[in-house]
């Protein structure tokens, strides 16, 4: 049993800018935890370790590492603001040579920066929809995208920045959306072209040869709307108007193809013992590369627990998979 276990997280509660007040947007904490999930996280953990130390995020993070210096820190933690957010955390973990569960700092860093992503996913000949990164109304006017088109955040998570009228359908629209982004979220937009197929998301845990988790649909929770029109938006989460299906009814020659460029994707971003991929099929049915997650949620109804649940794996198993998954990186 491991002596120690730390985790590393930023609360809902404690966001320095409540949601919706003084005109922040209301998903403004979107990728931050509850404490329901950071208590059962820690009881999972207890299984695993003979002491287990919660770190929240703020100031005196470092020096309470510093002193305590556990074995092993779960990391969960998003930061608070800027590209560079969640690569704060394992940074400062590396510097006191603590080892910590999930990517590193570069990894982090470049899966955050969605356009950053897809020029290195592109590299390895990776399919990906065709984008631009656009940070201005004028330069929105000179996409030469085919519309409609997607618009989002660059560098956000938890579906913030994006909404029902993301999908767009000519440059007047475009130019709104990304002033609207560059105004509420201070950052450029991801500007890609729509794709009209099925979305899926893929889990991965572990390194060397990943367990790939049973690949997810997402899909809207009425029946009756068109899957080509679906948008997986802040108001789709908030008002719990998607279903999830695990494993996706599609046949096994797609679920293997998704699944092999998951794992493509999570090396050559070169994630570590955790992430969630996502994916959308274009007109051709082909499935083309959206965006990685390196930090997924882990509360009950996040995504990746749920697919694990489909694989037969408890809360408890996911966690332990994971947690071991780091040691062994460590003390091979």
Same mark, same amino acid.
């Given at each position: 049993?491991?002596?120690?276990?730390?985790?590393?997280?930023?609360?809902k509660k404690d966001f320095p800018t409540q949601d919706?007040?003084?005109?922040?947007?209301?998903?403004?904490?979107?990728?931050?935890?509850?404490?329901?999930?950071?208590?059962?996280?820690?009881?999972?953990?207890?299984?695993?370790?003979?002491?287990?130390?919660? /770190?929240?995020?703020?100031?005196?993070?470092?020096?309470?590492?510093?002193?305590?210096?556990?074995?092993?820190?779960?990391? #969960?933690?998003?930061?608070?603001?800027?590209?560079?957010?969640?690569?704060?955390?394992?940074?400062?973990?590396?510097?006191?040579?603590?080892?910590?569960?999930?990517?590193?700092?570069?990894? +982090?860093? #470049?899966?955050?920066?969605?356009?950053?992503?897809? $020029?290195v996913v592109s590299t390895a000949g990776i399919r990906?929809?065709?984008?631009?990164?656009?940070?201005?109304?004028?330069?929105?006017?000179?996409?030469?995208?085919?519309?409609?088109?997607?618009?989002?955040?660059?560098?956000?998570?938890?579906?913030?920045?994006?909404?029902?009228?993301?999908?767009?359908?000519?440059?007047?629209?475009?130019?709104?959306? *990304?002033?609207? #982004?560059?105004?509420?979220?201070?950052?450029?937009?991801?500007?890609?072209?729509?794709?009209?197929?099925?979305? /899926?998301? *893929?889990? #991965?845990?572990?390194?060397?040869?990943?367990?790939? +988790?049973?690949?997810?649909? *997402?899909?809207?929770?009425?029946?009756?709307?068109?899957?080509?029109?679906?948008?997986?938006?802040?108001?789709?989460?908030?008002?719990?108007?998607? $279903?999830?299906?695990?494993?996706?009814?599609?046949?096994?020659?797609?679920?293997?193809?998704?699944?092999?460029?998951?794992?493509?994707?999570?090396?050559?971003?070169?994630?570590?013992?955790?992430?969630?991929?996502?994916?959308?099929?274009?007109?051709?049915?082909?499935?083309?590369?959206?965006?990685?997650?390196?930090?997924?949620?882990?509360?009950?109804?996040? +995504?990746?627990? +749920?697919?694990?649940?489909?694989a037969g794996m408890s809360f408890d198993d996911l966690?332990?998979?994971?947690?071991?998954?780091?040691?062994?990186?460590?003390?091979?």
């Open positions: 049993m491991i002596s120690s276990v730390g985790i590393t997280f930023n609360l919706g007040e003084d005109g922040h947007p209301p998903d403004l904490a979107a990728e931050c935890e509850e404490e329901e999930t950071v208590d059962m996280l820690a009881s999972s953990l207890a299984r695993l370790a003979q002491k287990v130390m919660l /770190f929240p995020h703020n100031p005196d993070m470092l020096d309470k590492l510093d002193e305590v210096r556990p074995d092993l820190v779960f990391n #969960i933690a998003e930061g608070w603001f800027g590209r560079n957010r969640e690569s704060l955390i394992p940074a400062l973990l590396e510097l006191l040579h603590i080892p910590f569960t999930g990517s590193d700092a570069l990894s +982090l860093g #470049i899966a955050l920066d969605k356009a950053m992503a897809k $020029r990906t929809p065709r984008w631009r990164k656009v940070g201005s109304a004028q330069e929105a006017s000179r996409v030469d995208l085919a519309f409609p088109v997607f618009v989002k955040p660059n560098f956000e998570g938890s579906s913030k920045g994006i909404r029902n009228s993301s999908r767009v359908d000519n440059h007047e629209e475009l130019a709104e959306k *990304v002033r609207w #982004i560059a105004a509420t979220y201070d950052q450029p937009a991801l500007v890609e072209e729509f794709l009209p197929g099925r979305e /899926f998301t *893929v889990g #991965i845990i572990g390194n060397g040869r990943p367990h790939v +988790l049973p690949v997810m649909e *997402v899909v809207p929770g009425d029946r009756d709307s068109a899957d080509h029109e679906f948008v997986y938006s802040f108001e789709t989460k908030s008002g719990n108007l998607e $279903r999830f299906r695990v494993p996706a009814p599609i046949p096994p020659e797609l679920a293997a193809e998704i699944s092999d460029m998951a794992v493509e994707v999570f090396e050559t971003i070169e994630c570590r013992d955790v992430a969630r991929v996502d994916f959308r099929l274009d007109a051709e049915g082909r499935p083309n590369f959206l965006e990685i997650n390196p930090l997924p949620g882990m509360s009950r109804v996040s +995504l990746l627990p +749920l697919q694990a649940r489909a966690v332990d998979w994971i947690v071991r998954s780091a040691w062994t990186r460590y003390y091979h």
